[in-house]
Nanobody, 124 residues
């Protein structure tokens, strides 16, 4: 199984970035997909998740209204569109897949597969 994330980079405050994660080697539509992030000196935190069919989404309060998670089950991809980026959003972002999750408020112990992470840096 591979989760390959792309789209990170350096952006000015107020800017936008789109992260994408391509999955292979798993039955993609059987997994709840999500994004987590880890800021320098902090623990990893939940950002957003999307249901298996794509009809439901959940966001952390800190990104609600600014980030949008989507998935394409035909292409085995999940994306995170980020608008209004703030320096506090600077982190390594991780794509995650959970087979057993019953809630979209993903917990790390329910993640079956992690992507390698992609750096997002927001300058002030």
């Amino acid at each position: 199984v591979q989760l390959q994330a792309s789209g990170g980079g350096l952006v000015q405050a107020g800017g936008s970035l789109r992260l994408s994660c391509a999955a292979s080697g798993l039955s993609f539509r059987s997994y709840v997909m999500g994004w987590f992030r880890q800021a320098p000196g902090k623990g990893r935190e939940f950002v957003a998740a999307i249901s298996r069919g794509g009809g439901s989404t959940v966001y952390a309060d800190s990104v609600k209204g600014r980030f949008v998670i989507t998935r394409n089950n035909a292409e085995n991809t999940v994306s995170l569109q980020m608008h209004g980026l703030e320096p506090e959003d600077t982190a390594v972002f991780y794509c995650a897949a959970s087979w057993s999750a019953r809630s979209l408020l993903l917990e790390e112990n329910l993640i079956n597969y992690w992507g390698p992470g992609t750096q997002v840096t927001v300058s002030s």
